[in-house]
């Protein structure tokens, strides 16, 4: 047998999770704890040791100019400034000469050494009573551990400087990963671990970029830079594939990029059903430079702006003024369209990796302290947002939304403390519109089983079925081990939807939904046919969503909604709803 033996074809499953086609050359991204050897050194060899250091300094220098040119480039000045911190973490002369101190006296290697001082000063940090001071410790921690990769030799690639266009295959994508990932280069992505609903999912999809989840094994089956076809519409994934292969997923794309490109013929046309009903379908968003692809997808508006993605990855909370200028540029881009602007959902899967100490680890994350739980224990942080959107509120038609309103309680506290805030701006005479428009989101089933009085409360009402749904059927919505389990069809799920809708109109207020199932288009129906007011999706799904509205009566999609009532089993309900979508939509 020849010595070089071809590796073959392999073809592995998981959960489309962004659709999509792509090709190419994998960056397998592995978040290994770094193992830091401990030995020692001949007294001879301490000089060489701290040449070592001074090496792997100039060499993560580098490697942070590259990022900080790129993020510029391609995010903006504001975020690069974080890498500017990182640099001058690589100046202080402390932290070297302590390194240099340790090596003479203990007459250990480098990276022990090194690995030692540079806990010490992020435990200082971490300790420190000045706010400013304390968020420094992630700085530190992220450009000591680049430091002590480049000392082991560890490769330096990673997700914010990928080396030219590359599918990434990893075992789990946090939401700040997805925050800080290379969006030029990045062109596919398929993980391990995950579902539908997750974050970082939900970001691939607003990025556009095919995204296959819960493929068992993927990282032992594949090596980097080896080719890869992500197919995002089924959820496959083809390791080294064949000619025949590639042949039927070029036609394939060809196919699907035809479709797409009748749907866009009606992105500028209104969203209207064939009876004459309106559906204002709005876009999620998680920066304000995504204003541009939300107008290329004729959004009306933003119907959730994440405001935690401002947070996710920064070194720092980031300033009232920084966070009114995202707001602002987006209430402006969009004049009279609403720009629902969500108060902070961090916790959960989304801690803020430049502030660890504010988000200690918890068993239960998801059941923890999370989004409003955490902005009422943190008032000054809570309250430098709110102030925020206040003031972005005279720049355009702002609303506000909080997450996880268990009910009307904690509402009415949230809206204390915007009561605060408004009375703060209002003695510092600061512009704000007094009449913008609160709301609540709709992803806890306390919040939903008492909707009649929270709507009290309340000036509209967002559903976020993603949460929603893993609360009502205990699904947890990141886990692949049960996503099949998570089902939007489930009666359960259709009879919250119903209620909520119902006790909010008779409140005389609007509903929304804008969890992933709005852009479902086998959904979309069934949530208009409750009395779903309003959708809010991802950009690229608008077109389909809008195709759909222009193609059904709301008389059928109400006949839909009572047929579905009547259903007690998700499979039968959803089957109801393909069915419909198919009759509707070019396919039968
Ligand atoms: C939801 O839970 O449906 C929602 C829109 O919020 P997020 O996905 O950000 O938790
Ligand atoms: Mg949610």
């Known amino acids: 047998m020849s010595e070089l033996t071809v590796k073959p074809e392999v073809i592995l499953h998981g959960i489309s999770a962004s659709p999509g086609i792509a090709y190419g050359p994998t960056f397998v991204y592995r978040k290994a704890e770094l193992e830091v050897p401990e030995y020692l050194v001949t007294a001879e060899r301490c000089e060489a040791e701290i040449e070592r250091l001074n090496v792997a300094l100039m060499q993560t220098r580098g490697q942070i100019s590259r990022i900080r040119d790129q993020v ?5 000045p504001e975020e690069a400034r974080i890498f500017d911190a990182h640099l001058l973490v690589l100046e202080d002369q402390a932290l070297i000469s302590e390194t240099e101190r340790e090596i003479q006296t203990s007459g250990k290697n480098v990276e022990a050494c090194f690995n030692l001082v540079s806990q010490r000063y992020i435990r200082a940090f971490a300790e420190i009573d000045d706010e400013y001071l304390r968020e420094r410790a992630g700085d530190i921690r992220d450009v000591t551990s680049r430091v002590l990769h480049n000392l082991l030799g560890q490769t330096a690639e990673n997700l914010n400087e990928l080396l030219g266009r590359r599918i990434v295959v990893a075992d789990d994508i946090t939401p700040s990963d ?3 990932l290379d969006r030029s280069s990045a062109m596919g992505l398929v993980t391990e671990s995950g579902s539908k609903t997750g974050h970082a999912v939900i970001v691939a999809r607003s990025m556009k970029v095919p995204a296959v989840v819960g493929v068992r094994e993927v990282m032992d ?18 390791i080294r594939p064949s000619a025949q292969a590639l042949f039927r997923y070029g036609q394939l794309r060809d196919e699907k990029q035809t479709f797409e490109k009748l749907l866009m013929n009606a992105v500028a046309l209104p969203s209207i059903t064939l009876d004459g009903c309106e559906v204002p379908l709005r876009a999620n968003i998680e920066k304000e430079d995504e204003v541009d692809f939300v107008k290329e997808h004729a959004g009306a508006g933003v119907g959730l702006f994440r405001s935690e993605y ?11 003024d920084e966070q009114y200028d995202a707001y602002r540029v987006v209430a402006e881009a969009f004049g009279a369209e609403p720009v629902v602007i969500r108060t902070l959902d961090l916790g959960g899967d989304k801690p803020m990796s430049g502030a660890p100490h504010l988000f200690p680890r918890e068993d239960n994350p998801f059941l923890g302290f999370r989004a409003i739980r955490f902005c009422l224990e943190h008032l000054a942080i809570f309250k430098s947002q709110l102030r925020a959107i206040l003031q972005a509120s005279a720049h355009g038609n702002v609303h506000l939304m909080f997450p996880m309103i268990s009910g009307r309680r904690e509402m009415r506290k949230a809206r204390e403390v915007l009561r605060e805030c408004m009375d703060e701006l209002r003695t510092e005479g600061v512009a704000f519109n007094p009449d913008m ?14 909707a009649d009085t929270l709507a009290e409360e309340c000036d509209f009402f967002s559903i976020g079925t993603n949460d929603l749904i893993q609360y009502l059927i205990a699904i947890d919505r990141l886990n692949d081990r049960t996503a099949h ?5 489930h009666p359960a799920v259709v009879r919250v939807l119903r209620e909520v809708v119902e006790h909010a109109h008779a409140a005389g207020i609007k509903v929304s939904v804008c969890g992933e199932m709005a852009g479902d288009p086998v959904f979309v129906s069934l949530l208009l046919g409750l009395g779903v007011d309003e959708l809010s999706m991802t950009p690229p799904l608008l077109p389909a969503a809008k195709y759909l509205i222009r193609s059904i009566k709301m008389e059928d999609a109400k006949d839909l909604a009572r047929r579905a009532f009547e259903l007690d089993s998700p499979s039968e309900i959803e089957r109801l709803c393909i069915d419909f979508y198919r009759k509707h939509m070019l396919m039968d």
Do not use: C, F, H, W
Not at 439 to 448: F, K
């Open 72 to 76: 510029e480039k391609n995010l903006g």
């Open 221 to 238: 089956q594949v090596e980097n830079g080896e080719e890869v076809i992500v197919d995002g519409y089924d959820g496959v994934v083809i």
């Open 437 to 450: 428009p609160v709301g609540s989101m709709i992803e806890i089933p306390s919040a939903a089983l008492t």
């Open 178 to 180: 997805a925050a800080t």
């Open 310 to 320: 401002l947070y996710l990855a920064a070194p720092r909370v980031p300033t009232e």
């Open 485 to 489: 389990l998570y089902e939007p069809s």
